[in-house]
Nanobody, 123 residues
Framework: VQLVESGGGLVQTGGSLRLSCAAS????????MAWFRQAPGKGVEWVSD????????RYADSVKGRFTISRDNAKNTLYLQMNSLKAEDTAVYFC?????????????????WGHGTQVTVSS
């Protein structure tokens, strides 16, 4: 299984970025997916998740209303649209693939992880 994130970068406060996660090695459309992030000096934080068919999504309170998770099962790709970015969104963002259709915010329930993409928001 391989997960490759892209789309990170440096952006000013209030700006937008779209992260992508290209998946291979499993039946992508069968698995729930999630985004996590790790800010400097902090632990890994759940950001958002989506069930296998995209019909159910959830967000951390800190990003609700600003971030949108989506997936394209035909392209085996997960997305995270991030708008109105804040300095506190600065982190390495990871995508993770579960082993079932049902999403969870529990880090240990995700068996497969990408290497992460850096998002830096300058104030």
């Amino acid at each position: 299984v391989q997960l490759v994130e892209s789309g990170g970068g440096l952006v000013q406060t209030g700006g937008s970025l779209r992260l992508s996660c290209a998946a291979s090695g499993r039946t992508f459309s069968s698995d729930a997916m999630a985004w996590f992030r790790q800010a400097p000096g902090k632990g890994v934080e759940w950001v958002s998740d989506i069930n296998n068919n995209g019909g159910s999504t959830r967000y951390a309170d800190s990003v609700k209303g600003r971030f949108t998770i989506s997936r394209d099962n035909a392209k085996n790709t997960l997305y995270l649209q991030m708008n109105s970015l804040k300095a506190e969104d600065t982190a390495v963002y990871f995508c993770a693939e579960g082993k079932s259709a049902i999403a969870t915010m529990v880090l240990t329930e995700y068996a497969y992880w990408g290497h992460g993409t850096q998002v830096t928001v300058s104030s």
